[in-house]
Nanobody
């Protein structure tokens, strides 16, 4: 059974930083492309960062240059370093495979950026 547990969210002022973590179980993590998605109230869930099994990365234009996705296959964990946060980054952040979702979505982690 796939389980994805996100953590690391919180309340931060604009310009601040947060590092999100996602621990995965129930999948062969090392062979999967993983992504961070986010969903703001009233909006569709969007994919903001992807990392392939080989470590290649890709980002949505809205976060390019500010967010960095990384992975530790030994720990079955994917990370999202978020710098220069903006109020429009306020969302619930989820991780999952890409393409996704694989199994159910996790509970996500709330990121709130105050202006």
């Amino acid at each position: 059974q796939v389980q994805l547990v996100e953590s690391g969210g919180g309340l931060v002022q604009a310009g601040g930083s947060l590092r999100l973590s996602c621990a995965a179980s129930g999948i062969i993590f090392s062979i999967k492309s993983m992504g961070w998605y986010r969903q703001a109230p009233g909006k569709q869930r969007e994919l903001v960062a992807v990392i392939t099994s080989g470590g290649s990365t890709n980002y949505a234009d809205s976060v390019k240059g500010r967010f960095t996705i990384s992975r530790d296959n030994a720990k079955n964990t994917v990370y999202l370093q978020m710098n220069s946060l903006k109020p429009e980054d306020t969302s619930v952040y989820y991780c999952n495979t890409v393409p996704g979702p694989l199994g159910s979505w996790g509970q996500g982690t709330q990121v709130t950026v105050s202006s």
